[in-house]
């Protein structure tokens, strides 16, 4: 009951912010918003129990993306300056995109059977230890992820080097 | 031995005779969260007039001395003038944004704030990941810093929203790596756990040469965190007025204000906390006598001991050194502070091995 009433404060605060965010007239209103909508995420990873991933959700989206989003922002736009208003074409392109992955996410979540969803009586919310992530992020057995791990790290790597051959311009 | 846990388990079996299992949990958040705030507010009075004090014995003056015997109520007295004053409305500002900036910052000190263990039993977040819900959760006060820089609609606040927003980005990198050389110590990030692990000697003992080198870069590094000291440029008054928060007046000055004071306290609280034992009494192993003598200082005294002790390192800092450049002070961090920090996690993982 106590977890319902606070999965409708977060989700009402998600859509409300979304949709928010989506329509701000000033670019730094709409990162702004996205912000809150971010921590609203990690407060429903909190509902579930997984503080890890609220708290990767808070320092990467929260405390690095919008810092960059902001940073961005800060040294490309003028100040005052307005979105400008999209022509309908655009609009309706917008709508069928939103509403084409509102049905594929949809669909997703009906089809798919979750764990634990025709036996209640497992308990699915304690506490995950750090311990177990670690050893499953750096593993090399069955449903540990190291490989993925270090693909994941050559791709940052050509970030890197794409960023930095960007910046020298000779 | 006093600990709070007598005064916390009291409360909880009083509210639990009266009220259902619900009730009674409700009524304990509220009032952690109370005390949590009201500490919070009475702890940045002290440090205000701790930091009025020692800043006037560094210059050879007497500092606050009329209210009150030896001005101990100045900073009261301060706090009802900030409470009483007009907050002033900025013209052509981002009403919104500078309005949520000052919050942003204020909500991030107060939630790492919380993560704190002060006692035993007065610790109120006590998550498995300790450790990194305390970097997450500050690192969104940076995102406030930006935002009251950007509203003020005002070329100060935006040069020291800017850079602090390349000194804080930068500075985590080493208060992060330098703690995660205790976790490696450790072998937890639960702030419980990380205590009791110094039940028989405190880490920096424990970890050799890598857990000072750790403690030294922490220091520096939070230290710049807190945008004080020889770190103050995003508000260097001489060339800025005051940074990023010029603009601001009333509570909302007050806020930025309340939150620099306690991310000093923070950064303090964590550095005892990691390195010098948090609560944990001087115990050395073997001499029983004096680890019972040690045994009777309450926790909660060696724990705000040790956490002035640092707040006093971070206010020598400050008022004896002049403050940096700033490719000064990015070069400090990205050629110096964060190699030294990558190499000692290296260290600290043979020394574990």
């Known amino acids: 009951m106590v977890n319902f009433i606070i999965f409708c404060c977060l989700a009402v605060m998600i859509v409300v912010m979304s949709i928010l965010a989506v329509t701000a007239k000033k670019i730094l209103r709409a990162a702004t918003y996205l912000l809150f909508v971010l921590i609203g995420t990690a407060g429903l990873y909190l509902l579930l129990n997984y503080h890890f991933l609220a708290a990767v959700q808070v320092s990467v989206y929260a405390g690095g993306i919008v810092v960059l989003f902001i940073f961005a922002i800060f040294l490309t736009s003028n100040k005052g300056e307005m979105v400008e208003t999209h022509n309908i074409r655009r609009i309706i392109y917008g709508v069928l995109t939103s509403v084409a992955g509102i049905a594929l996410a949809g669909f997703v979540l009906l089809k798919h059977r979750f764990l634990y969803s025709g036996n209640a009586t497992v308990e699915g919310d304690t506490e995950i230890n750090m311990k177990m992530i670690g050893t499953a992020l750096m593993g090399t057995e069955k449903y540990q992820y190291l490989l993925p791990f270090e693909v994941l790290s050559v791709l940052l790597l050509a970030c890197i080097i794409g960023g930095i051959l960007i910046a020298r311009k000779k | ?353």
């Not at chain 2, 009674?24 to 004090?53: H, Q």
């Not at chain 2, 500078?98 to 002060?118: K, N």
């Open chain 2, 1 to 353: 031995m006093f600990d709070f846990s007598i005064v916390t388990a009291w409360i909880d079996h009083f509210l639990r005779t009266y009220l259902d299992e619900g009730w009674a949990l409700l009524v304990e958040f509220v009032l952690v969260g109370l005390v949590i705030l009201t500490v919070y507010a009475v702890l940045a009075l002290l440090l205000i007039y701790i930091e009025r004090k020692i800043c006037a014995f560094f210059q050879c003056r007497i500092g606050p001395n009329r209210v009150g015997p030896w001005g101990v109520f100045q900073s009261v007295a301060d706090m009802v003038k900030i409470l009483l004053k007009e907050i002033i409305k900025i013209d052509r500002a981002d009403p919104l944004l500078f309005r949520i900036a000052s919050f942003l910052v204020i909500i991030a000190s107060i939630c790492t704030f919380g993560a704190i263990p002060f006692d035993p039993a007065l610790h109120a977040v006590n998550f498995n990941m300790g450790v990194f819900y305390l970097l997450a959760v500050s690192s969104l006060g940076v995102i406030g810093i930006l935002l009251a820089g950007w509203s003020s609609n005002n070329k100060y606040t935006m040069i020291g929203a800017m850079r602090s927003g390349a000194q804080l980005i930068s500075y985590e990198l080493s208060c992060g790596l330098s703690l995660m050389s205790i976790v490696v110590l450790a072998g937890s990030m639960q702030l419980s756990e990380i205590v009791n692990q110094q039940a028989e000697m405190w880490f920096i003992f424990k970890g050799h040469i890598p857990a000072c080198i750790a403690f030294l870069i922490y220091l520096i590094a939070g230290h710049a965190e807190t945008n004080r000291g020889p770190f103050d440029l995003p508000e260097a008054e001489s060339e800025l007025t005051a940074g990023y928060h010029t603009e601001y007046s009333g509570i909302q000055f007050g806020f930025f204000y309340l939150a620099e004071y306690l991310n000093m306290f923070i950064i303090a609280a964590i550095a005892s906390t990691m390195f010098l034992g948090g609560w944990m009494p001087l115990h050395i192993v073997g001499w029983e006598a004096f680890n019972g003598v040690m045994d009777m200082i309450p926790p909660v005294v060696w724990f705000f001991g040790k956490t002035f002790f640092c707040v006093f390192l971070a206010l020598w800092i400050r008022w004896s050194f002049p403050r940096l450049r700033i490719d000064q002070l990015l070069s400090l961090e990205w050629k110096v502070l964060m190699p030294l920090a990558l190499i000692n996690i290296l260290f600290m993982a043979l020394c574990v091995m």
